[in-house]
């Protein structure tokens, strides 16, 4: 059935990506499309953010659901404000310009999961009398630059693992890593520095993963969602020998910023360096990696 309304609502871009960060002001208006007059009580619009996990378990015969919803934000401005009488409204297109400023607070990072989302949207609410609210939704990208400033993402990171081979291989593998920093930006390359000492009986060689580490969070309950964003391998070294190898691994520009501020959600982030040894267990180090938002 053809309606006597339709409703939109929209924002202006602040920048070519269209994305916006704490305390920056967000323009945009409500259209209304009326076929004939309309009587309105009111017509508000909302900037609202929230964070959401879900998923659910088995436990037996029992289907178990896990719910866990954060308000970040829920500000409301009268577009038509509610008079003693009706609002009447001729037909045609109409629009209502609003602007919001988003609080200059922590505000996690907008993300889409397998079990949770953290989501900001625009939201315009026709109310009549006697009749269902009209609703109209847009959603926007938030990112929170607010981890860059702390002095932990310069911070240099090395380890060092030995391990002696058994069974199928004799001898002892060995390598010392070391990177840079701790915080990357979207887009940009970890140089990995590895000393490696290959003292066993087999040929080896380095091999690196970048994953991911999201936890969804409900009270005491904790969902995981791991999967590597990409993987690399290096070159051979014989046996008995020594390498000093260099690679640098870049970051995919598309990956989700750490979000490290949520009581929800956690999207965490490791670089894993191991050596490939044939018929047994291969030595690894783990670094923790932040991935901020990419450079302007």
Avoid at 69 to 93: E, F, H, M, T
Avoid at 109 to 127: N, P
Wanted: glycine content about 6%.
């Amino acid at each position: 059935m053809f309606s006597n309304i339709r409703m939109s609502v929209e924002y202006n871009p602040i920048n070519r990506k269209g994305i916006f960060t704490p305390g920056d002001y967000i323009f945009g208006k409500v259209k209304l499309e009326l076929a004939k007059v309309c009587q309105i009580e009111k017509l508000i619009v909302k900037l609202k953010g929230k964070a959401e996990a879900k998923w659910t378990e088995n436990k037996g015969k029992t289907v178990v659901i896990y719910h866990n919803k954060q308000k970040y934000l829920s500000i409301q401005q009268d577009v038509i404000q509610a008079s003693q009488g009706q609002n009447n409204i001729g037909p045609g297109r109409h629009d209502y310009p609003f602007i919001f400023q988003i609080p200059a607070a922590d505000l996690p990072s907008s993300f889409r999961g397998l079990h949770g989302k953290i989501k900001y949207t625009l939201e315009a609410v026709l109310s009549r009398s006697m009749r269902i609210d009209i609703i109209a939704e847009t959603e926007f990208t938030l990112i929170n630059w607010n981890l860059c400033r702390y002095a932990i993402m310069m911070a240099p990171q090395n380890q060092v693992i030995s391990k002696k081979m058994k069974v199928f291989t004799s001898g002892e593998v060995g390598m010392y890593v070391k990177i840079a920093r701790t915080g990357y930006h979207q887009g940009e390359g970890i140089q990995v520095a590895a000393a490696i000492q290959n003292r066993s009986s087999r040929e080896i060689r380095p091999k690196y993963c970048l994953y991911k580490k999201y936890s969804y969070f409900v009270k005491e309950e904790r969902k995981l969602e791991m999967e590597d964003i990409l993987k690399e391998v290096g070159d051979f070294i014989p046996p008995s020998s020594s390498q000093t190898v260099t690679r640098t691994i870049t970051i995919p520009a598309d990956t989700c910023v750490s979000i490290l501020n949520c009581r929800a959600i956690k999207t965490e982030y490791r670089l894993k360096v191991y050596l490939d040894v044939k018929y047994a267990f291969d030595p690894q180090i783990k670094f923790p990696i932040i991935i901020l938002p990419a450079k302007e």
